[in-house]
């Protein structure tokens, strides 16, 4: 076997070590907000991850050094996957106002085939902790950070096309995202008063007051259909 021949050879097994690796990576990120969802962050124990998938703790204390870092990097993988997918979703709409409405949609309307990922009450653990642990303070302020510039960079587009007004885009993100994460907390508590579509009919009836386009009520009922229409100007 010649020298290029190793070589080809172990870089092709490091490539496949390191596959390997974030196969399992992920599936231990998956398996633990699987966990946290179901029994909340202090009942969760590194013992409960690694049993959900068949592992030993000492192999998700490997990856993970402390439970709080297994909940900053669910937190980011959860977060990734949603961006993923939502700007799939925006990307295919042709307007703004339906792009900001789907952005809402996607906040407060449970989805067809729901993951554990996705549930509210893995953000209520997250925000307590980030109240008395900074590592945790400073992913969540990158966290508001990224959410805040996905609903401006959506305004700007909109004003650009001459669907919104001319609203300040940054204030706009800072109370739009703020509103939407206090429903949230109604909706994983289960609010009898603020249920998701409520939720999600007061964030469009704010955002088009604001923004300055038509919106009619009727998606996330039974037979409704969205209606978002650009105003006249």
């Known amino acids: 076997m010649t020298d ?3 070589e080809a050879v172990g870089a092709r097994g490091t490539v496949e070590a390191q596959g390997t690796a974030d196969l399992r990576r992920e599936q231990m990120l998956r398996a633990a907000l699987e966990v946290i969802c179901e029994r909340g962050y202090p009942d969760t124990r590194i013992a409960d991850v690694a049993e959900r998938i068949g592992i030993s703790p000492a192999l998700v204390i490997y990856y993970f050094k402390t439970k709080d870092q297994l909940l900053t990097e669910a937190i980011r993988y959860s977060e990734d996957t949603w961006y993923e997918d939502g700007q799939r979703r925006l990307a295919s709409l042709p307007t703004a106002a339906a ?3 789907e952005l ?3 906040s407060c309307l449970p989805e067809a085939d729901p993951e554990p990922h996705s549930s509210w009450l893995l953000w209520l653990d997250f925000w307590a902790q980030a109240a008395r642990n900074p590592e945790v303070a ?4 990158k966290s508001d950070e990224r959410w805040r510039e996905m609903i401006t960079s959506l305004v700007l587009t909109g004003q650009e096309a ?3 007004a001319g609203v300040d885009a940054a204030d706009f993100s800072v109370a739009l995202s703020a509103l939407l994460d206090g429903l ?3 909706i994983a508590l289960e609010d009898r008063v603020v249920d998701p579509v ?3 009919e007061l964030s469009m009836h704010f955002a088009a007051n604001q923004l300055g386009f038509e919106w009619s009520p009727g998606r996330g009922r039974p037979g409704g259909n969205r209606k ?3 105003k006249g100007r």
């Open 4 to 6: 290029q021949v190793r």
């Open 99 to 101: 792009r900001v409405e």
């Open 104 to 106: 809402v949609a996607m």
């Open 138 to 141: 400073s992913v969540r302020q």
């Open 162 to 164: 001459g669907e919104f």
């Open 184 to 186: 949230a907390v109604q």
């Open 198 to 200: 409520r939720a999600f």
């Open 228 to 230: 978002p229409r650009q």
